[in-house]
């Protein structure tokens, strides 16, 4: 029997495992909450015991897994990860693999994501892209020849804290008018609050698919926040085109499916913000994968 | 004999031209004006007869050249430059290496500055970096072991053009709120309107030194401007950190004679606006090679 590969998508609240097999396909899906296993050596037994019982399906040779926060692929290490403080300095790759005996490599979340895409997605014909996953956050991720780039000090693609307004909203990171703040699900909240459009309290990841329903419905406050949106995303594209020369943009996340309220905002943004010759080359694509991209892409390592 | 290179730094006035030697010694330095050969065949006429006087000297093995604009290194064009409206996809590379017979090579003027910088300057034994040229404008560039990144397009490294305030200052780019109408000598001008310090005709590129000397004299106008100036510059490297993972910064240009009223506020500004352990691992380098620094770049391809 051929050996499989598990990908695992560390979310807040969730962990989803899927067992791919060597042609990119995932066999069988399993999703198990975390609360309680939330502390690092509690969470390698958790995720033990998943990749065991996994393991009963398919022999595996490499389990990938995607992992919110500030988490260094060359080390193997979790420096911070927002939704949980207990991991700091969490060498969890040594720790997991000295366990299952099976090679583990981790890498940011957001960077399984777009290679995912890179290998199987709208990325599939790209061979260098940006990816900007528009959730709660912006989730970012440099392709280079179908690899990641990850920079010097492990870190690059943090496009989510670029500042597009010096003092302007606060962002979780502790800084404010980070991009994040105005073209993701947490930008749309601001926005909406600025146009005085009541948000019911509405969960801060489901904004973007209620503002949808009101500008199909006609809302045109909401329509005009989605045109907002587009155009701070804009400004947000055109500074990563500036600094990256990679001109090949993949959005994914769930508010891809408002973009024909944000598209045309988004481009003349774009246009406004770059050079002439630079704004003829970007072209912007639409993830693929949806939440199947990070599991992907965690076995492409 | 050995043969030489002549690397030649193209201004908007002033043309520069260097006979390097092969350890990076520049053995003789041509300066000339061309204001009358802006027209691309007498600019090539212009170039063709610096070269031969040039190499009365040294038999020459390649010519560089550093241009400011919209440049293609890998095709040899440029698209379009800021001080010379007439240049409009001019195959300068071709024309000028047919005539000399000559391999010619050209790239950005930002890059070559930083591309000199990493072989002979404050980025000797840096493998990768990246080199802010802080004048009228920003010149930017990425070195990555040792080379220039360009990215996919060609232009990587416009980091003046990056938005660090939206509906900000406007930008000769025809855009508004680039980090060059804060963190440059056109941005002190601005900062300095904005503080109410009277620039009384200074040129353009005269304000960062008047300022600095009105500094040391004690105005505390001058001073104040020059935080604000590292505020802003703060935010855009933050921002250039948060993308390309890349934490090691040279800046260079004249206002680095400055530093001592900008450092603080620069330090500060970069980590609100970066993770902690982003923050940890940026380092600051100030440029060696003030204008030579192009010069020899240019000899490096």
Same mark, same amino acid.
Not at 64 to 68: D, N
Not at 249 to 261: C, D, N, Q, R, T
Not at 267 to 274: A, G, Q
Not at 292 to 297: N, P, S, T, V
């Given at each position: 029997?051929?050996?499989? #590969?598990?990908?695992?998508? !560390?979310?807040g609240?969730?962990?989803?495992?899927?067992?791919?097999?060597?042609?990119?396909?995932?066999?069988?899906?399993?999703?198990?909450?975390?609360?309680?296993h939330? #502390?690092?050596s &509690?969470f390698?037994?958790?995720?033990?015991? =998943?990749?065991?019982?996994?393991?009963?399906?398919?022999?595996?040779? +490499?389990v990938?897994?995607?992992?919110?926060g500030?988490?260094?692929?060359?080390?193997?290490i979790?420096f911070?990860?927002?939704h949980?403080?207990?991991?700091?300095?969490?060498?969890?790759?040594?720790q &997991?693999?000295?366990?299952?005996?099976?090679?583990?490599?981790?890498?940011?979340?957001?960077?399984q994501i777009?290679?995912g895409e890179? +290998?199987?997605?709208?990325?599939?014909k790209l061979?260098?892209?940006?990816?900007l996953?528009?959730?709660?956050?912006i989730?970012?991720g440099?392709?280079? %020849?179908?690899?990641?780039? +990850?920079?010097t000090n492990?870190f690059?693609g943090?496009?989510?804290?670029?500042?597009?307004v010096?003092?302007?909203n606060p962002?979780?990171?502790?800084s404010?008018?980070? =991009?994040?703040?105005?073209?993701s699900q947490?930008g749309l909240?601001?926005?909406s609050?600025?146009?005085? =459009?009541?948000?019911?309290?509405?969960?801060?990841?489901k904004v973007? +698919?209620? =503002?949808?329903?009101?500008a199909?419905?006609?809302?045109?406050?909401?329509?005009k926040?989605?045109?907002e949106?587009?155009?701070?995303l804009?400004?947000?594209?055109?500074? &990563?085109? %500036?600094v990256t020369g990679?001109?090949n943009? !993949?959005?994914?996340?769930?508010?891809?499916?408002?973009?024909?309220?944000f598209l045309?905002?988004l481009?003349?943004?774009?246009?406004?913000?770059?050079y002439?010759?630079?704004a003829?080359?970007?072209?912007?694509?639409f993830?693929?994968?949806?939440d199947?991209?990070?599991? &992907?892409?965690a076995?492409?390592?």
């Open positions: 029997m051929k050996k499989m #590969q598990i990908g695992i998508d !560390v979310g609240t969730n962990i989803r495992a899927g067992l791919v097999s060597s042609d990119g396909k995932i066999i069988s899906l399993t999703k198990r909450t975390i609360t309680g939330k #502390q690092p &509690l390698i037994n958790f995720l033990t015991s =998943l990749i065991n019982e996994t393991k009963k399906i398919s022999p595996i040779k +490499h990938g897994l995607g992992i919110p500030i988490v260094s692929a060359k080390d193997g979790v911070s990860s927002p949980y403080p207990e991991w700091e300095n969490f060498s969890i790759q040594k &997991l693999q000295s366990k299952i005996k099976i090679r583990v490599s981790i890498d940011n979340d957001a960077n777009a290679l890179a +290998h199987f997605g709208a990325g599939k061979n260098s892209f940006l990816m996953t528009l959730g709660t956050g989730g970012g440099i392709i280079i %020849n179908k690899k990641i780039f +990850h920079g492990g690059a943090e496009f989510g804290h670029i500042v597009v010096k003092d302007g962002c979780g990171c502790g404010r008018g980070c =991009l994040e703040t105005y073209a947490t909240k601001h926005l609050k600025k146009a005085g =459009l009541s948000l019911k309290n509405i969960p801060d990841e973007g +698919h209620f =503002l949808f329903e009101q199909v419905g006609g809302n045109t406050k909401a329509k926040i989605f045109e949106f587009g155009t701070y804009g400004i947000g594209i055109a500074s &990563l085109v %500036n990679i001109d943009i !993949v959005l994914g996340g769930g508010l891809s499916e408002a973009k024909k309220y045309a905002s481009k003349k943004s774009i246009r406004t913000h770059t002439k010759k630079t003829e080359g970007i072209k912007i694509h993830a693929l994968l949806g199947k991209a990070g599991i &992907l892409g076995t492409q390592k």
